[in-house]
């Protein structure tokens, strides 16, 4: 089965990279659709459609999409907010670990976050943690999710006691595996856990931001 991944990355070098890092990931056979701008990467989304038995050249829909944060502005983040509903794991990328980058697209719906500048070996270990659905909250990010309910209240949905019980624990330092065993949860439903608390994160953000 062939993976369909797009590299949205603005430096040409640092795109090479990224594209290094997807061959070595994965063992299948791949496509890979490089694109070094906005309105590149927007078309490409766009035009990403089911398999058309009629179309001479069917383009499938992405599996991956790695998606260059270091724009001015963080217009990358206008992909998240342009395609909330594309299929495929949803990953930004940065030069930049803090959580004033990472937060607000995580609001959007990023799946995880990849930093240019680690080693390689480390990029292709996390990307793949990442697809394999690792949680993409830091003890920073986890605070900041925590802290965005207790501002909205439960205009948003609100988090479940076990949801809160799960981010205080995270939020403190603890890793999935350690809060598996403070919690007495399975590690599954551990991220199963912070996966529902992130998806009602941008479900919050998304109606908060409608009633501005």
Known sequence: MSVNVLIFEQNPQTRAFLARVVNESFSDAMTLTEVGDLPSAREAIQSSVLVDEASANP?????ILLIDLDLPDLAGLDLLVEFPTARGVKIVTSLYADDEHLFPALKLGADGYLLKE?????VVENLQKIVRGKPPLSPALARRVLAHFQEVGLKGGGLSPVEIDVLTHLSKGFSAKEVAGLTKLRLLA???????????????????????
Do not use: M, W, Y
């Open 190 to 212: 551990v991220n199963e856990t912070i996966h529902a608390a992130c998806k009602k994160l941008g479900e919050s953000a998304r109606a908060n931001a409608g009633q501005r």
């Open 59 to 63: 383009r499938l829909p992405f599996d």
């Open 118 to 122: 680690e080693r390689f070996e480390a």
